[in-house]
């Protein structure tokens, strides 16, 4: 009678293999034990600073809680209201569509400044400067010079298009419907356009010049060479920068805030706007850690998929 031979589907792995990966794995640990020391301070204060706060919010999230009554569990309640709630969808469109908005603003006014100054037109020196001092304003300052520009009656934009006798097209930019989430999408856009301006500017300027000299004498023309080398070499700028733009956008409050605080009727209301009014003015701190938690799920799952569909490739010259 022969013994059963073990298949070749699922070989059989000795115990002298798993010991010899074990200690080879706490060699490798060991070796590289001055890298772990060095990463340490910064694991642990984003586990400080982000892991702990996200986990008390989504701790929270399941209670019912006005602040200084005691809590009460509830579940899974808080997000069963979540998705019935009509103005958290709304507030998440909006969201979606300034985080869109805003982003391709941004960056492709950002892509344009940069080629036009990398080509080195005149006074290219001051225009980094003057497109980049935007970036350096605190955003509420910027928000309130703003609301005065868009004021109706005296602001200074109805008053420009009144002087020069294009009166009809005066509006009540920040009072209307329509108007009030296009209006605070363009200013987050004139102020943060100078950002990636700059950081797209140092990637086209790392290109080497033989490249853009081997394109000119290949008969290529200014716009294509922007569109098969500038655009192809700079990818992974572009993508990275875009990426921050995006997570900045979809956090947005203070802006919209300070100008519209969400109205009129809610026109302009973005999740962190939403959020505020469930904590900080109803006290429903339970259903804000709710509404906290889907943000960032939100920005999260938007973050891995641009990253996914991207495709990042580093580029070598």
Same mark, same amino acid.
């Given at each position: ?57 989504? @701790? ?16 899974? @309640? ?126 086209? @300027? ?59 009727? @809610? ?51």
């Amino acid at each position: 009678m022969t013994s059963p031979t073990p298949s070749a589907a699922s070989p059989r792995v000795r115990p002298t293999q798993v010991e010899h990966r074990s200690v080879g794995g706490l060699a490798q640990i060991r070796a590289n034990a001055h890298w772990y020391l060095f990463i340490a301070p910064a694991v642990i204060l984003l586990l400080a600073f982000m892991g702990f706060p996200l986990y008390r919010s989504l @701790e929270l999230s399941l209670f019912e809680w006005k602040g200084l009554l005691p809590r009460h569990w509830i579940g899974l @309640e808080n997000f069963e209201r979540l998705f019935r709630d009509k103005y958290f969808w709304r507030a998440l469109g909006h969201t979606i569509v300034f985080a869109v908005s805003a982003t391709a603003g941004t960056v492709g006014l950002g892509l344009l400044l940069a080629i036009a100054i990398s080509r080195h037109v005149p006074f290219h020196r001051f225009y980094r400067f003057a497109f980049y001092l935007p970036v350096m304003l605190p955003m509420t300052v910027v928000a309130a010079l703003w609301a005065r520009i868009y004021e109706p009656n005296y602001g200074l934009l109805n008053t420009a298009l009144k002087s020069i006798g294009l009166g009809v097209l005066a509006q009540p930019w920040l009072g209307s419907l329509d108007l009030s989430l296009p209006a605070i999408i363009v200013v987050c856009i004139w102020q943060y356009a100078g950002f990636p301006m700059i950081v797209l500017l140092a990637a086209i @300027e790392g290109i080497p010049e033989d490249l853009h000299h081997a394109a000119t004498l290949d008969g290529a023309g200014e716009l294509q060479r922007m569109r098969y080398l500038v655009v192809p070499m700079i990818w992974p700028v572009l993508v990275s920068i875009s990426v921050v733009q995006v997570i900045f956008s979809l956090k947005v409050f203070d802006l919209v805030w300070v100008m519209t605080k969400g109205g009129p009727a @809610e026109s302009s209301a973005v999740l962190g706007t939403y959020l505020y009014r469930k904590a900080f003015e109803q006290q429903e701190y339970g259903y804000a850690s709710a509404v906290a938690v889907s943000m960032f799920a939100v920005i999260f799952t938007v973050t891995y998929v641009y990253y996914r569909l991207t495709k990042i490739d580093a580029v070598e010259f």
